[in-house]
């Protein structure tokens, strides 16, 4: 009898050589393809896109080469795009006209993301998900995700309670402006329940969150922060976002948290540094969607080098994603997903 519990266990092959080549299966294209499981495909991308104020703005992102902040009219030709090459959706971040201490441009219904989001929809209709990120960095003049109060110690920090109805109001200015899924990304206790109950309060129950669940206080962000114009101005945001040397299992509390307060699909984010979370998280919620965010810090590396020859772009990216697929994340957060599709061919 074949003993497969020791095959399992060992994770030996049951006949040694010369009955097993594990070479059988590598040396024909067609049969290397035949037995990939992890495959990449258009529909499973999201490109992130940055939105701000005036007519006719590309406004070249200095650290992210191909990446711009667009004026409204040019993100509806970037939409348009991304719905052509068959992307799966688009989430945007808004940089504002003005910031000031709680964002509240962010909760106003004229703001960039809305005015953004009403226009794709206009044009682009249902061919594409448009995503928001709900959060307030881009929208504050201090650059954190939230309202700031004084902690303990007397010192500035992010009121999480406070920050908790502002989000909400961001939250239903994008539902009502025709957003197809929110994407909260501050790292607020109780955000993803604040958000659920507030949108089926308004009428928007159908409207997923896909949360930003295990989001760590990454170095990675940098180019990001330039983008949208959103470094803080004081501190770091390491008392709200998760310490990359805390205990792995503290993502695990927190995706278990967000799906208890009505997460629909899960964010782990950086993705390259962090894929021991995906698959962990893969591995213990069981059909829960979960989203790697491939950041701006690993797109601006990985530029940099290939600028200098120094290695080939296309391989190393279409590698590093199919990385986050094997481990488990079956959406990624690319700012490379129209090269990718045109990769893929
Ligand atoms: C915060 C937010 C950040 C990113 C997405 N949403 C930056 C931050 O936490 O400072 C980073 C994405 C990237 O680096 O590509 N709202």
Same mark, same amino acid.
């Given at each position: 009898m074949v003993n497969y519990g020791e095959y399992a266990d060992n994770n030996l092959p049951m006949t040694t050589f010369p009955t097993t080549r594990l070479r059988r299966l590598r040396y024909e294209p067609n049969i290397r393809r035949l037995v990939r499981e992890n495959v990449l495909s258009p529909e499973k991308l999201i490109l992130p896109l940055f939105v701000r104020h005036g007519n006719n703005v590309r406004n070249p992102i200095h650290s992210m080469p191909g990446n711009f902040q667009l004026s409204v009219?040019?993100?509806?030709?970037?939409?348009?795009?991304?719905?052509?090459?068959?992307i799966g959706g688009i989430?945007? *971040?808004?940089?504002?006209?003005t910031k000031d201490a709680d964002g509240s441009t962010a909760m106003s219904d004229d703001s960039i993301v809305a005015q953004a989001v009403r226009c794709i929809k206009q044009t682009v209709g249902t061919k594409l998900l448009v995503i928001?990120?709900?959060? *307030?960095?881009?929208?504050?003049?201090?650059?954190?995700?939230?309202v700031i109060g004084r902690n303990r110690e007397g010192m500035f920090d992010v009121d999480n309670d406070a920050t908790l109805g502002n989000l909400v109001k961001q939250a239903l200015v994008h539902c009502r402006a025709g957003a197809d899924m929110i994407a909260p990304s501050g790292m607020m206790d109780g955000m993803v329940q604040a958000l659920r109950t507030g949108m089926d309060t308004a009428g928007f129950s159908t409207v997923p969150i896909m949360s930003?669940?295990?989001?760590?206080?990454?170095? *990675?962000y940098g180019p990001f922060r330039e983008a949208a114009e959103s470094t803080p101005q004081f501190?770091?945001?390491r008392s709200y976002q998760m310490d990359p040397a805390a205990a792995a299992g503290q993502a695990v509390r927190e995706v278990a948290l967000d799906l208890k307060e009505g997460a629909d699909i899960i964010?782990?984010?950086?993705?390259?540094?962090?894929?021991?979370?995906?698959?962990?998280?893969?591995?213990? *919620?069981?059909?829960?969607?979960?989203?790697?965010?491939?950041?701006s810090g690993e797109f601006s590396m990985v530029k940099a080098a290939a600028g200098k020859g120094w290695i080939d772009e296309k391989a190393v990216v279409l590698e590093s994603l199919t990385a986050m697929t094997r481990a488990g994340a079956s959406i990624i957060l690319t700012y490379w997903a129209k090269d990718v599709v045109r990769w893929l061919g």
């Open positions: 009219d040019q993100l509806v030709r970037e939409a348009e795009e991304a719905a052509a090459l068959g989430i945007l *971040f808004g940089i504002p006209e928001t990120d709900v959060c *307030f960095c881009e929208y504050t003049d201090h650059g954190h995700c939230g930003y669940a295990a989001k760590y206080a990454s170095s *990675f501190g770091s945001r964010i782990v984010k950086p993705a390259l540094v962090y894929l021991d979370i995906v698959r962990m998280i893969h591995d213990r *919620f069981e059909g829960v969607p979960i989203a790697a965010y491939n950041v």
